[in-house]
């Protein structure tokens, strides 16, 4: 079936600007997670999503990030007045739940590059 | 804070030979970590996962090694591959939840044909 898949790819914005990147989990998935990947660096958890809900926002890594989910679907994530700092790949992954047992799948990922 | 960290950012080896990329963690909460797969342009992809209550786990080509008392876990890969140049994520996890995934940096591993 398919995977986890996100849009755009890449996106080039000026700083100051909103961007909005998109996250189609896998059907059926109820946990979505988003993840930040500076270059050369390590995964950095943002938030997670089970069902339409985040029970803990505290990953953001400030107020000018944040996230939905619809319909236990879609998710979005929103980054308004971009910095040069939020410059990154964005990784969304989905999981059946989120116990342990449940393998993260990952999708592509948005490479965001702010000028 | 505490964090999960690599002894060695690169590691090159020749095709055939066993690689073995280590993991650092300083959480002695920690109970549950994975190793994760990381292709140029692609997302991380799962390898194996060992829970604390274990030392040792096998899978195709690959061994997990948790060694508690030194807070040290390793990948091992057998028979190293071409198709096996990627970046090598370890993850930590406390709590139980996949909420609570902690990663290291990566360590970059290049296969000489």
């Known amino acids: 079936g398919a995977g986890v898949s996100q849009s755009p790819s890449n996106k080039v914005t000026e700083k100051g600007k909103d961007v909005e990147l998109r996250c189609d989990p896998i059907?059926?998935?109820?946990?979505l997670y988003w993840y930040r990947q500076r270059l050369g660096q390590g995964l950095e958890f943002l938030i997670y999503?089970?069902?339409?809900?985040?029970?803990?926002k505290s990953g953001l890594p400030s107020d000018r990030f944040s996230a939905e989910r619809t319909g236990e679907s879609v998710s979005t994530l929103t980054i308004q007045r971009t910095q040069q700092e939020d410059s990154a790949v964005y990784l969304c992954?989905?999981?059946?739940?989120?116990?342990?047992?449940?393998?993260?799948?990952f999708g592509p990922g948005t490479r965001l590059t702010v000028t | 804070g505490e964090s999960v960290g690599l002894h060695l950012p690169t590691l090159s080896v020749q095709e055939g030979d066993n690689s073995i990329i280590n993991c650092a963690y300083s959480?002695?909460?920690?109970?549950?970590f994975i190793w994760y797969k990381q292709e140029s342009g692609k997302g991380p992809q799962f390898i194996i996962d060992?829970?604390?209550?274990?030392d040792k786990r096998q899978g195709q080509r690959v061994t997990v090694l948790l060694n508690k008392t030194v807070k040290h876990l390793s990948l091992q890969i057998a028979a190293t591959q071409p198709g096996d140049s990627a970046v090598y994520f370890c993850?930590?996890?406390?709590?139980?939840?996949?909420?609570?995934?902690?990663f290291g940096k990566g360590t970059k591993l290049s296969v000489k044909p």
């Open positions: 992954a989905s999981s059946s739940g989120l116990a342990l047992t449940y393998e993260q799948y």
């Open positions: 059907s059926g998935h109820t946990a």
């Open positions: 999503f089970q069902g339409n809900s985040a029970p803990d």
């Open positions: 959480n002695s909460a920690s109970d549950y």
């Open positions: 060992i829970r604390s209550n274990m």
């Open positions: 993850a930590e996890n406390y709590g139980g939840s996949q909420g609570n995934l902690i």
